[in-house]
Structure formats: structure tokens, C-alpha cells
């Protein structure tokens, strides 16, 4: 078995679990390499509507293998480093929605991960942290600046200058979290929310995705002014007239994998 598991689902839904239990899915200069290498893959597939990713055993990841960075160089730190922060990026900027399902500890990176998606699912058992400054560095892949766009500012300086872990019901009042279920419930409850999505016309939905997360950071009349582009993209595309059709046939639309 591959140290990144991919599962594709019904309705375009793919579940990505990474795969390395035995070090908590932390990730490594090869877990990093496979990680660029799927995501490129899936953004560009036109049948993908759903991303979802999630972790093997008791973790979702414990972030950067410190045993593989024993001893690295900063030279070979840096350029282990840029893999990252290339997987991230990609998890930030996807068009396509991205759901994390946080099965357990999220710690570092791994927390950074769950937050650079769209939106984020927890188990009860799952812990979250930023533990770099107990080892001397600093979240590295935008958690700075991703913590503080969910929790308060003195929630977000705490978390990220004492590195204390929190709860998943923490988690979900400062805003990381939408849901926390039983661990047994974590993966069901995600995917009937990513089946919602995908039951939803691609172009409409990636229009979303794209002016509420360009936008959030406008000036409300530049924002408004820029989701509107985003509208009339939808109103030229087939998937407009298919769900108005669909709506007075009393049916379900058949959206098309086209943008």
C-alpha cells in the first residue's frame, strides 16, 4: 500500500487518506513529492467535483517527520520545505471544493492542512496545535496567517506562542471546525456533506469557492463588484439553463464536468 491512499467515490467525490500510522501521517520529503504529483492530477481532472482528505490510525498528521529532518542541513531543510509549502498553496488556491475529515491529532503542518482547505470536520478524539515554537521554529506552510482569518487575535497568538493543544470541541468554537462527530461518524457525515456538493453544478459551484475567497479580502463594493464577474460566468454556461429546466420539470439537474 502507497503512503497516500486514493479512494474515488460516487459523484466525483475523491477520498485522499494518508497513509504513513505508524509516524502519525507525518510527512516526509516522499509523502510530499506524492502529494504535489495527486493534487496536480485532480485539480485538472474535469470528473473530480470533491476533494476530501483525511488520515490512516490515530492521526490526521502530526505535520513534518522530525526523524527524517535529524540532522538535515538547512540547505536540505529548505529544499524539503519548498515541497511543502507547494502542497499547501495547492490546498489553499484548489478551484475545487476541499473538505478536511481531522480523525485525530492535527498537529503543525497537519493542523495547517486542515485549515487550508474549504472547510473542516472533526472527530471527537481529534487534538489541534502548533507545536514549532516548542521545537524551535515556526508554523512554516501559512499557518501565521491562516489561524488568525478563524480565531480571535488573542486565540490565535495563543496558539501559536505557547503551542498547547486543543479539543475538537475547542476547535469548533473558535471557528476551525464545522462539525464534530464520534469518531465511527467522521467519514459519513463528510462525505454525505461532499455528496451535497457534488450533486451541484461544478461551474457554480468553483464561481463560489472563487468570489467568496477572492473577494473576503476586497472592500465590500470591489468584492461585490468581482463576484459578479463570477455570476455571469454561470449565466452563459449550460448548467443555468439545465437547472432552471430541471426546476420547472420538478426533476433532478444533470449538471455537466465542463467549465
Same mark, same amino acid.
Given at each position: 500500500? +502507497?503512503? !497516500? ?8 467525490? %475523491?477520498?485522499?487518506? !494518508? ?49 527524517? *529532518? ?22 489553499? %488556491? ?15 503542518? +497537519? ?5 487550508? +482547505? ?30 488568525? *482569518?478563524?480565531?480571535?487575535? +488573542? ?80 449565466? %452563459? ?6 437547472? %432552471? ?15
Amino acid at each position: 500500500m +502507497g503512503i !497516500l491512499l486514493q479512494e474515488r467515490a460516487d459523484e466525483g467525490i %475523491v477520498l485522499l487518506t !494518508l497513509n504513513r500510522p505508524d509516524v502519525m501521517n507525518a510527512f516526509n520529503t516522499e509523502l510530499g513529492m506524492v502529494m504535489n504529483q495527486v493534487l496536480d492530477e485532480l485539480i485538472e481532472d474535469k470528473t473530480v467535483r470533491v476533494l476530501v482528505i483525511t488520515g490512516a490510525g490515530r492521526a490526521f498528521s502530526a505535520g513534518g517527520d522530525l526523524k527524517e *529532518r535529524n540532522g538535515m542541513t538547512p540547505e536540505q531543510w529548505a529544499r524539503q520545505h519548498r515541497l511543502f509549502e507547494e502542497v499547501h498553496r495547492k490546498l489553499r %488556491v484548489c478551484p475545487k471544493p476541499v473538505i478536511a475529515a481531522v480523525n485525530g491529532y492535527a498537529l503543525g503542518g +497537519g493542523f495547517e492542512m486542515a485549515i487550508s +482547505g474549504d472547510f473542516c470536520y472533526a472527530s471527537r478524539n481529534a487534538r489541534f496545535g502548533f507545536p514549532e515554537v516548542t521545537r524551535g521554529i515556526i508554523p512554516g506552510v501559512g499557518g501565521t496567517q491562516t489561524v488568525g *482569518r478563524f480565531a480571535p487575535r +488573542g486565540i490565535a497568538l495563543e496558539l501559536l506562542m505557547t503551542g498547547r493543544h486543543i479539543s475538537a470541541e475547542e476547535a469548533r468554537d473558535y471557528g476551525f471546525v464545522n462539525r464534530v462527530t464520534q469518531p465511527e461518524e467522521l467519514l459519513s457525515a463528510v462525505m454525505e456533506t461532499a455528496s451535497l456538493i457534488a450533486r451541484n453544478s461544478p461551474l457554480a459551484v468553483r464561481m463560489a469557492k472563487k468570489a467568496y475567497r477572492i473577494g473576503i479580502d476586497m472592500p465590500v463594493e470591489e468584492g461585490v463588484e468581482m463576484s459578479l464577474e463570477c455570476y455571469n460566468r454561470t449565466i %452563459v454556461h449550460p448548467d443555468r439553463e439545465e437547472g %432552471v429546466r430541471a426546476f420547472n420539470e420538478r426533476r433532478a439537474p444533470k449538471f455537466l464536468d465542463i467549465y
